[in-house]
T-cell receptor, first 113, second 113 residues
Framework: KAGVTQTPRYLIKTRGQQVTLSCSPI?????VSWYQQTPGQGLQFLFE???????NKGNFPGRFSGRQFSNSRSEMNVSTLELGDSALYLC????????????FGPGTRLLVL | GNSVTQMEGPVTLSEEAFLTINCTYT??????LFWYVQYPGEGLQLLLK?????DKGSNKGFEATYRKETTSFHLEKGSVQVSDSAVYFC????????????FGKGTTLSVSS
């Protein structure tokens, strides 16, 4: 069974731009969670989606948003990029809920210049 | 609140040495506990997990036991290899709906031959 895939793997943007990252969960998994990883803050939860609905949200500004499609694929969007948004963005999928084991993708490394 | 505390690294060992990475947690109720590993330039891989007190998770020679009385989940391996060099994250997820994985800050392990 294929694992979680994320595209693109690397991205360079400039301040003020917006970006969209994509995540395809493991086949059959319905819950998708997003995390931000930075050297200073570590791994922080962004949000979780299930059945096209946001089920849980972390403490991030409204510039960070996401959505999930009927095939469980998910996208996250960051608008008006700031230098501090440079990070590794990780997507994780689980079968039904985030309380189950989450399997992570390779991440998208975003650099904001 | 819920939190995870890991020993700070880096941990530097010679091949075939014994490894312990300490992890303690604070949580209400009975969370599930996880160890994830991150190799350079990659996402997180699930190493092992335990979902209730006294459970022992094991994988690839690594072990960790869920100790409710000491709120700990220390990672051990009897004989490390150079290929074990990576960052190790202890994590928990509370046993309640609407919660997300909470990670420790990670411990870098470097194994030399």
């Amino acid at each position: 069974k294929a694992g979680v895939t994320q595209t693109p793997r690397y991205l360079i943007k400039t301040r003020g731009q917006q970006v969209t990252l994509s995540c395809s969960p493991i086949s059959g998994h319905r819950s998708v969670s997003w995390y931000q990883q930075t050297p200073g803050q570590g791994l922080q939860f962004l949000f979780e989606y299930f059945s096209e609905t946001q089920r849980n949200k972390g403490n991030f500004p409204g510039r960070f948003s996401g959505r999930q499609f009927s095939n469980s694929r998910s996208e996250m969007n960051v608008s008006t990029l700031e230098l501090g948004d440079s990070a590794l963005y990780l997507c994780a999928s689980s079968l039904w809920t985030s309380q189950e084991t989450q399997y992570f993708g390779p991440g998208t490394r975003l650099l904001v210049l | 609140g819920n939190s995870v505390t890991q020993m700070e690294g880096p941990v530097t060992l010679s091949e075939e040495a014994f490894l312990t990475i300490n992890c303690t947690y604070t949580a209400t109720g009975y969370p599930s506990l996880f160890w994830y590993v991150q190799y350079p330039g990659e996402g997180l891989q699930l190493l092992l997990k335990a979902t209730k007190a006294d459970d022992k998770g094991s994988n690839k020679g690594f072990e960790a036991t869920y100790r409710k009385e000491t709120t700990s989940f220390h990672l051990e391996k009897g004989s490390v290899q150079v290929s074990d060099s990576a960052v190790y994250f202890c994590a928990l997820i509370p046993n309640q709906a609407g919660t997300a994985l909470i990670f420790g800050k990670g411990t870098t392990l470097s194994v030399s031959s």
